[in-house]
């Protein structure tokens, strides 16, 4: 079973999902080498080349070799290149190309020979992967393909050679065949991309080709919310049709309000693509708040999308207190979910939404998270809504409780010294002056980004109202202290999320709490030595950002600390 969820996974293109599924059936004592391949192959896929590298020595996957196996450690040798610089980056890409070339001369195969030929252009030897590129297309199963493989293998093998009008076509054909998964596409147009990036190859025609391979958008959907009326909906559903077959998409994100929200998640499942779901907070809750105010009608059709969704996602565990930056918060995460999706398969990013062209009523509203996400440079769709009849505002929503507590969104930072307690009387005095004043000069670097900041020990508590300075800080802090032999160290975690900022009753000054704090701190004690984790909602925050010069690399579904349950974190480096 896992091992076809996770086939299954890579075919679609759900690298996240995929990762999962391998590392649970391993977990559940189901592991084979090809569950270990295929959870290597994930990482590689994700770009996170030294842990699949690290993996690949670790399972000795080389002593059962096979053209898969030695083309995957080719394919980490050729992802080792692109990270190098001067003489090591052509010696790698050198290395790699002679490991592929190893996998087709003891096993056969266009697939290994394709990657051969790039690799010897890109190191320089042009006639060599010229030769190579003549000899895929000679290939009996490249020559009438049948696969999709095969078909982009010749695809990108006139592509070495220059000639388009074949690339084209076979690029074209590569497309139409039964088992060209999104995933399978998007690794292409990854591998396409960088040989035009490199000149290896006329930059115009990888372009071309891509147009052509490249999946189709990842969609972020959402609109008004409207009272039921049967007329109405079907007029818009039409539309919400049409808008989903232009775009060809076949994943979605979004939320599941009356109206807008529901016909989208319905059409998303009547052409079988993947639906996400993705709520602000808890589903009771949530219906009571964006499902029933339009109409008891939409409670039962809400509940069949969702029990159909392939996942549902909770932008917080906290119930709903009348704050509507929650709805705000609920659709940034699904937007930036979205972006990460398109970014794992090397596509787009679009809005699809039902909106009037007015502005925005409230926080989070339709109007607001249009501009937001143009202004991101991300293209959105609009379907006119017609006349339609909205509930009011206040309808079903409780109003917060007069307190003098104020809600923001923050980046929440929780930093610790693993080993710490072995940290003897005597040299307790140097830590506090060395290892914590260096993390005092971090926090200090961000000047007024930082909100919030308290110790105890030698755990730090941060609150920041910049993403981008919150992980540049967590990054820094680690940097700035490095692990000793002893296996102490640093070790962050980040969390985003909205909180409440009020003043503490015992220090009298201004403090922060909230459930996101709670499972802030839950993350820390999980992290490793030396690492900074992030979770869903700091990551999907992150992939909003415009050019955030960071790396995020999924480390899996991990088990929280003190029984917090299972959550999903990401590595965060530059």
């Known amino acids: 079973m896992p091992l076809e969820q996770t086939r299954d996974a890579i075919r679609a293109g759900d690298l996240l999902g995929a990762y999962d599924a391998a590392v649970a059936g391993i977990a559940a004592g189901q592991a084979s080498r090809e569950l270990h391949y295929l959870l290597v192959l994930t990482l590689a896929r994700m770009g996170d080349t030294d842990r699949a590298h690290a993996l690949f020595l670790h399972h000795d996957l080389a002593s059962e070799a096979s053209e898969d196996v030695l083309s995957l450690r080719a394919r980490i040798l050729k992802d080792r290149a692109i990270a190098a610089t001067g003489p090591a980056r052509a010696a790698l890409l050198a290395a790699a190309s002679a490991a592929y070339q190893d996998a087709n001369t003891r096993f056969g195969g266009y697939y290994s020979l394709i990657n051969a030929a790039s690799l010897s252009c890109l190191a320089g030897d042009v006639a060599r992967g010229h030769d190579l590129a003549r000899r895929v297309l000679a290939d009996p199963e490249v020559a009438a393909p049948t696969s999709y493989f095969a078909a982009a293998s010749a695809a ?37 991309l960088w040989l035009g990036r490199q000149a290896a190859v006329s930059a115009a025609l990888a372009e071309r080709l891509c147009s052509l391979l490249r999946p189709p958008p990842i969609l972020f959907y959402s609109g008004h919310l409207f009272v039921e009326d049967p007329a109405i909906e079907a007029a818009i559903a039409a539309r919400i049709d049409a808008a989903l077959a232009a775009s ?37 809750d949530f219906i009571a708040e964006s499902v029933l105010p339009g109409g008891a009608g939409w409670l039962p059709r809400f509940e069949a999308v969702l029990s159909a969704a392939r996942d549902v996602t909770f932008a917080s565990e906290a119930a709903y207190i009348g704050d509507p930056a929650q709805f705000q918060h609920g659709n940034s995460l699904a937007m930036g979910l979205a972006v990460l999706r398109a970014s794992h398969l090397q596509t787009a990013a679009e809005l699809v939404t039902v909106w009037d062209g007015a502005a925005a009523r409230g926080v989070g509203g339709t109007g607001a998270y249009v501009d937001h996400w143009r202004s991101l440079g991300h293209a959105a769709r609009i379907i006119d809504p017609g006349a339609i009849v909205r509930p009011p505002v206040a309808a079903g929503r409780r109003v917060a409780p007069a307190t003098t507590a104020t809600r923001c969104q923050r ?96 220090t009298g000054l201004p403090g922060y709490i909230g459930t996101e704090v709670t499972r802030a701190a839950r993350i820390e004690p999980v992290t490793p030595i030396g690492q900074v984790y992030v979770t869903q909602p700091f990551a999907a925050m992150l992939a909003l950002e415009r050019d955030a010069p960071f790396r995020l690399e999924y480390a899996g579904r991990v088990t929280l600390a003190k029984g917090y349950g299972t959550m999903a974190l990401y590595r965060l480096s530059r």
């Open 411 to 506: 980046a929440i930072l929780f930093t610790d010294y693993a080993g710490f307690s072995r940290i003897g009387e005597h040299d307790l005095p140097p830590f506090w002056a060395d290892v914590m004043g260096a993390v005092a000069g971090v926090l200090a670097s961000a000047g007024t980004a930082i909100d919030f900041r308290n110790s105890w020990g030698d755990a730090v508590f941060a609150v920041v109202d910049d993403l981008q300075v919150a992980a540049r800080v967590a990054i820094d802090i680690v940097a700035a202290i490095p692990a000793p032999a002893d296996a102490g160290g640093m070790r962050v975690a980040l969390h985003y999320g909205p909180v409440y900022r009020m003043i503490d009753p015992i």
């Open 156 to 192: 990108e093998a006139w592509l070495l050679l220059g000639d388009a009008e074949p690339a084209i076509a076979a690029a074209t054909r590569a497309c139409a065949l039964p088992d060209a998964g999104l995933g399978p596409r998007g690794s292409t147009v990854r591998q396409l």
């Open 248 to 284: 060809g998409t076949a994943i979605a994100y979004g939320a599941l309000a009356c109206g807008a929200d529901i016909l989208f998640a319905e059409g998303v499942l009547r052409r079988g693509a993947d639906l996400h779901v993705v709520l602000p907070f808890s589903t009771g």
